[in-house]
């Protein structure tokens, strides 16, 4: 039980501070859940970061990764690579 909660502040301390600035509790923590933490830092752009705090903690990366396939999916809508070259785009950074 130690452990874990030096691990949640650990993570609210890490995630006040910029560029980050979530301003969140322990308690508010362990109520949204790493889940719910990874999706949110995830829409806001910080993969790498949710990716992080998943191994940190053993959990699942997999929505991170899926959430940052999308996002570069989106971001080639319109541009000239083919599909061929976007997906090597996304394995290469998985």
Known sequence: R???VCRSLRICRELRKA???IPITPAQLEKLGMAGLSQRL???HYHLLA???CEWV?????KVLFHCACEKIRAA?????????LCQT???KF
């Open 58 to 62: 053993g959990h699942s990366s997999d």
């Open 90 to 92: 996304i394995l290469e």
């Open 42 to 44: 995830a829409q806001r």
């Open 77 to 85: 809508r319109g541009s000239a690579q083919t599909d061929e070259q």
């Open 51 to 53: 990716m992080r705090i």
């Open 2 to 4: 130690h452990r874990e």
């Open 19 to 21: 560029p980050i600035e």
